[in-house]
């Protein structure tokens, strides 16, 4: 037998050991905390919504009366008169002046009974003309319920904004999802491959321009043309129907995309069948092939209706600053995202009523986004298993 | 032909015992007892699905690149268990190298291609002369010498199988693995790897999986016989083991007899 | 089935052929319309009246934009004030200053033209006529030309609260900044979490959670990332991103609201992208690769580092450029975070308060007087270019590396 490399260079017998790969273990370990790092991230955005909307909800705002006392009352006076001017603060409720905070026991006409020095407050001599405050603790039923929103006046209904967000969604689907839906059935279903490159690429660029230009676009162009359709009078400057319609181009290459690639997913057999029972295009397309994608496309609408709500510079330029509870279009009407982005620009201050109420009403955009996020993966996935 | 006819060696190159290979729940392989014998050939054949990939790629771990592959029993490579806890996969592959059906040099230039497994494994010495040597073993030399910076995927298929090997031995292994290393080749091609083979065969202990009868018989010494179990759990089994010549005129069962003549699958 | 029902089914597959049709061309048109909305803002008449009128200071017949630097720094300062010529000398000394910037502080300060009245480039086209007689009536001073609301000054001058001078320098330069800070920050992140995901993760709880999560946060509206960096980048780590903390900026003045408090939140916005499109790159890389490498005694990391990530470069780079142009043109996280509304000097470095080219639109447009406007159309241009610069570039990149491959 010859020699061999494998008999005469026999190895140790340790040499198949487990080394120590430091650098290997180094590496392993970074790339972890970086995939980690998306987890923070999350976390992250919900203690902050979390903690910024407890206190939100969890402090005394103060909304004033307008109503002074009448004359001056010392650091012992349990009743005291008060002037006919301004809101009536009722029994039970918590009044303050200068920095003293008042329970109100009872009111008989315009004497107001107090208990002095409330919530450990310092009870000290008032002098007349002293505006009375009125304590206001919002809570999440009068946010998610009262029909309007003036934090600074007491009110916290936050139905203003979202009925004005979910308008210009709403007004944005009606947008996208007909052409959307047109344009990917044209795509996959009659467009020569030639027609779908070069047309595809231009509904691409649509998703490609920044959102701020599309506010613009709005402002310039989309409102001018509303306003000279329905009337400079029916027309605000600012209306939710321009923001919706431009909004509505803005997630247009969003649905047909999606809906597209859920039309492609369509196996061809189930097209030939249809043709061979003698049906026409439209009818394979419409009848056939449209159903069979049909939680495909429910997906797009609804990844691109929580596009709609988060969307923020279109409403934040065309469809009004100023919250209002209306369900008329082609009014003013400014949208949670809007609300956020107009009390936040210039220097909010730390732990303000508005600092904290941007975070209670970006808790209830991130809960609504993430709902329709998850909804759509769930149907993405249910669809997936039909046809792989 | 090999004119050394194989004997009885007293060390296994490679010993298995009881491996048994399961993908998730499914059994792809059972109670396989190997011995596969130094410098010599060892050929897999068998009918498709019956486990002969799975059991070559367990010879240097590879299976564990796949996450639901589960392995039983014992691999001895040198009378080392290669799946006790505490033997590196990484440092099994150093002396197990392994040569793929379809041929995958990287995109890096053919000196590249030879080079990079030496140097990541350590090579200190002259690198032109590991490369000149290797692809000399190879029986590709002459056909690169003027282009060695080129791509590696501007060879032809059967030059890029050839450059596989040459990268292969570069890292000096003690065991190359072949899955079907031709399957991809016109015979031409074909016939130069299995004379590139009988040629390594003085050097390395080889073992190929093939589908070829021809080329079992033509290039290898001993021959492993695999088939799918009879109990309908299409497992994979180990029928018969033996030198070729005896197991390609006197097989012992009659499975295997059916296999080799045509018989079967 | 009879004939007539037949070519009637037909008949109704034509009509929605074209109803189809129509939908493509309603999204082309709408495309068309925003492009021609912004090239309608950036370009027209304009009626200009000159507070001293060019053609007085030229001297002894040279016209004023022939004279030489002395000459012009001469009038410069026959016409403005000692106090404000001393400042601009303790500023910048004159002995230092081209020829040209002389001549702009002449344009600002001594002939300081007033836009009286703008027309959109479609009015200018269709009624320019209508306009000149419009022009002569209303407004006899003043002299009616053509601008480009896109022009060199436009792009050298920083921010001002006057149409006529005001530019998009300062804005673009905290683009770029911001979009800076915002890659080195989430290019190496996202990419080694791409190649966690796609190359180590053992699919276990934890990664699917991990994967999850990452295409969930793809879906966050961006606004909730400005409230999440004004909440940890400005006011958590204020000490650090105002600089304090590195004694690079004044504790009495500093806040967080700083041009990496901005890139960071980018940053982080993008970082999903960035990590879903780095994934797709290296799902493309052909699995033999990996075998062959792993076959020769590689570690995973070496596998990685030479064969998995230089084959999936370029679709990385892509994918991550794709990514930072969407970054670019985000507006409202960075509002959220606090950009600073007038900012007239370049940012000098991560600390610097900042405003950027979207958030520059996005102010002049919502701008009542409607000259503004038109600032906001040659800086929406501005926007759109950098883009298509940076889509160019990534095609070329992925071009150039497959030719070199
Ligand atoms: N990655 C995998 N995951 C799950 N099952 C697998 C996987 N690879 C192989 N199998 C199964 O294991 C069994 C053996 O497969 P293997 O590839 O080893 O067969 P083979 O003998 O090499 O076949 P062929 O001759 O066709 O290459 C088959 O039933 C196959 O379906
Ligand atoms: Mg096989």
Same mark, same amino acid.
């Given at each position: 037998m010859p020699l061999t490399r494998a008999t005469e260079q026999s190895l140790p017998a340790t040499s198949l050991k487990r080394k120590l790969r430091l650098r290997e273990l180094v590496i392993q370990a970074v790339l972890f905390l970086c995939g980690l790092f998306s987890i923070f991230v999350t976390v992250g955005i919900i203690y902050e919504l979390g903690k910024e909307s407890m206190l939100f909800f969890g402090r005394t705002q103060w909304e004033r009366?307008?109503?002074?006392?009448?004359?001056?009352?010392?650091?012992?006076?349990?009743?005291?008169?008060?002037?006919?001017?301004?809101?009536? %603060?009722s029994p039970g409720e918590v009044i303050r002046l200068d920095d003293e905070l008042l329970m109100l026991t009872a009111v008989e006409g315009s004497t107001y009974f107090v208990e002095r020095g409330f919530r450990d407050s310092l009870p000290v001599p008032h002098a007349a003309e002293t505006i009375i405050y009125r304590g206001v603790d919002p809570s999440?039923?009068?946010?998610?319920?009262?029909?309007?929103? %003036?934090?600074? &006046?007491?009110?916290f209904g936050v139905l203003p904004?979202?009925?004005a967000t979910l308008m210009v969604s709403g007004i944005a689907i009606l947008v996208a999802l007909p052409l959307g839906l047109a344009a990917a059935i044209y795509l996959s279903e009659y467009a020569s491959p030639k027609a779908r490159n070069t047309l595809k690429p231009i509904l691409e660029v649509l998703a490609g321009v920044p959102t701020v230009v599309y506010g613009y676009f709005a402002l310039t162009f989309m409102t001018p043309l509303l306003r000279s359709i329905f009337g400079q009078d029916t027309v605000q400057i600012y209306n939710t129907a321009s923001a919706g319609i431009v909004i509505g181009i803005l997630i247009l290459p969003l649905v047909s995309t999606i809906s597209e690639d &859920?039309?492609?997913?369509?196996?061809?057999?189930?097209?030939?069948?249809?043709?061979?029972?003698?049906?026409?295009?439209?009818?394979?397309?419409?009848?056939?092939?449209?159903? %069979? %994608?049909?939680?495909?496309?429910?997906?797009?609408?609804?990844?691109?209706?929580?596009?709609?709500?988060?969307?923020?510079?279109?409403?934040?330029?065309?469809?009004?600053?100023?919250?209002?509870?209306?369900?008329?279009?082609?009014?003013?009407?400014?949208?949670?995202?809007?609300?956020?982005?107009r009390i936040s620009g210039g220097d909010l201050s730390y732990d303000s009523l508005d600092y904290n109420s941007i975070f209670a009403i970006g808790l209830m955009l991130f809960v609504m986004t993430l709902a329709l996020n998850i909804f759509s993966q769930y149907i993405v996935r249910r669809f997936r298993e039909v046809y792989e | 032909m090999t004119d050394t006819a194989p004997t009885a060696t007293?060390?296994?190159?490679?010993?298995?015992?009881?491996?048994?290979?399961?993908?998730?729940?499914?059994?792809?392989?059972?109670?396989?007892?190997?011995?596969?014998?130094?410098n010599r050939i060892t050929a897999i054949i068998g009918p498709s699905g019956c486990g002969k990939s799975t059991v070559l790629r367990a010879f240097n771990r590879m299976n564990e690149l796949i996450p639901s592959v589960n392995t039983t029993g014992e691999v001895l490579f040198r009378g080392q268990n290669i799946y006790k806890p505490d033997v590196d996969p990484v440092e099994v592959r150093r002396h197990i190298g392994m040569v793929f059906q379809k041929p995958n040099p990287f995109p890096k230039s053919v000196y590249e291609n030879v080079a990079w497994g030496a140097r990541i494994n350590g090579f200190k010495g002259n690198m032109d002369e590991l490369v000149h040597s290797s692809l000399q073993s190879a029986a590709l030399w002459d056909e690169v010498k003027d282009k060695l910076d080129q791509s590696g995927l501007s060879l032809s298929g059967g030059q890029q199988q050839r450059l596989c090997i040459a990268r292969a031995i570069a890292v000096r292994p003690d065991i190359i693995l072949m899955d079907e290393p031709c399957s991809a080749l016109d015979p031409i091609a074909t016939l130069r790897i299995e004379e590139l083979m009988r040629d390594l065969a003085k050097d390395y202990t080889i073992i190929i999986v093939t589908h070829n009868m021809q080329q079992a018989a033509r290039v290898s010494d001993r021959t492993a016989f695999f088939s799918l179990s009879e109990d309908g759990k299409r497992a994979g089994m180990l029928m018969e083991y033996g030198d070729t010549k005896t197991m390609f005129t006197r097989p012992e069962k009659k499975i295997t007899e059916d296999y080799i003549t045509g018989r079967f699958g | 089935m009879t004939a007539s029902n037949l070519q009637g089914r037909h008949r109704l597959g034509r009509v929605w052929l074209v109803v189809f049709q129509i939908a493509l061309v309603v999204g082309i048109i709408a495309l068309c319309a925003l492009l021609f909305n912004i090239l309608n803002g950036s370009f027209g008449f304009v009626a200009v009246e000159d507070t001293v009128s060019p053609e007085s200071l030229a001297v002894n017949g040279v016209p004023l934009e022939d004279l030489d630097k002395d000459a012009l720094v001469q009038i410069l300062q026959a016409h403005i004030s000692a106090g404000l010529y001393a400042r601009y000398e303790f500023?910048?000394? @004159? /002995?230092?200053?081209?020829?040209?910037?002389?001549?702009?502080?002449?344009? $600002?300060? #001594?002939i300081e033209p007033r836009f009286v009245a703008q027309w959109s480039l479609y009015e200018t086209l269709t009624n320019g006529d209508a306009i000149r007689q419009q022009a002569a009536q209303e407004f006899p001073n003043a002299r009616l030309e053509f601008r480009s609301w896109l022009n060199s000054h436009f792009l050298r001058a920083p921010q001002s609260s006057y149409p006529e001078i005001a530019g998009v320098r300062t804005a673009v330069l905290g683009s770029l900044w911001t979009i800076s800070i915002a890659v080195l920050f989430a290019f190496p992140v996202g990419v080694a979490a791409a190649v966690y995901l796609q190359e180590y993760a053992p699919d276990n709880l934890i990664n699917r959670i991990i994967q999850t999560n990452i295409n969930n946060l793809a879906g966050v509206p961006s606004i909730i990332y400005g409230i999440l960096g004004l909440a940890i980048f400005v006011r958590v780590l204020g000490q650090f991103t105002s600089g304090i903390a590195f004694g690079a900026s004044d504790?009495?003045?500093? !806040?967080?609201?700083?041009?990496? +408090?901005?890139?960071?939140?980018?940053? #982080?916005?993008?970082?999903?992208?960035?990590?879903? !499109?780095?994934? $797709?790159?290296?799902?493309?890389?052909? !699995? +033999?690769?990996?075998?062959?490498? @792993?076959?020769?005694?590689?570690?995973?990391?070496?596998? #990685?580092?030479?064969? #998995?990530?230089? !084959? /999936?470069?370029?679709?990385?780079?892509?994918?991550?450029?794709? +990514?930072?142009?969407?970054?670019?043109? $985000?507006?409202?996280?960075?509002i959220v975070i606090g950009a600073s509304t007038f900012i007239q000097v370049d940012p000098e470095g991560p600390f610097s308060k900042f405003t950027t080219l979207p958030i520059q639109i996005y102010q002049w447009t919502a701008r009542p007087q409607s000259v503004f406007r038109n600032l906001a159309g040659g800086a929406s241009l501005v926007l759109l270019g950098l883009l298509l610069t940076m889509n160019a570039t990534a095609i070329i990149l992925r071009n150039r590396y497959r030719r070199s491959l």
């Open positions: 009366t307008n109503k002074p006392i009448v004359a001056a009352i010392s650091a012992s006076d349990v009743q005291f008169e008060v002037s006919n001017i301004g809101a009536m %603060a999440v039923w009068e946010f998610l319920t009262g029909t309007s929103w %003036a934090p600074h &006046a007491g009110q904004l979202l009925n &859920a039309l492609n997913a369509v196996p061809r057999s189930l097209r030939e069948a249809a043709y061979g029972l003698g049906a026409t295009r439209l009818e394979t397309a419409v009848r056939i092939v449209l159903p %069979a %994608a049909f939680s495909g496309i429910a997906a797009a609408v609804i990844i691109a209706i929580s596009r709609a709500i988060g969307e923020t510079m279109v409403v934040a330029l065309a469809a009004g600053a100023g919250p209002a509870f209306t369900f008329n279009p082609f009014q003013a009407a400014e949208t949670m995202t809007g609300h956020i982005v | 007293a060390t296994a190159a490679i010993e298995t015992n009881d491996l048994s290979i399961y993908y998730g729940s499914f059994q792809a392989v059972r109670d396989v007892n190997l011995d596969i014998q130094p | 500023e910048k000394p @004159f /002995a230092e200053r081209s020829a040209g910037e002389v001549y702009d502080l002449i344009l $600002e300060r #001594v504790p009495a003045t500093a !806040n967080g609201r700083t041009i990496l +408090s901005a890139g960071l939140t980018l940053g #982080v916005l993008v970082l999903p992208l960035i990590i879903i !499109n780095a994934q $797709e790159a290296i799902k493309a890389v052909p !699995n +033999s690769l990996r075998q062959a490498s @792993f076959g020769l005694g590689a570690t995973r990391w070496e596998t #990685v580092w030479y064969h #998995v990530l230089p !084959n /999936a470069i370029s679709g990385i780079m892509t994918g991550t450029i794709l +990514s930072i142009s969407r970054a670019i043109g $985000e507006t409202a996280p960075l």
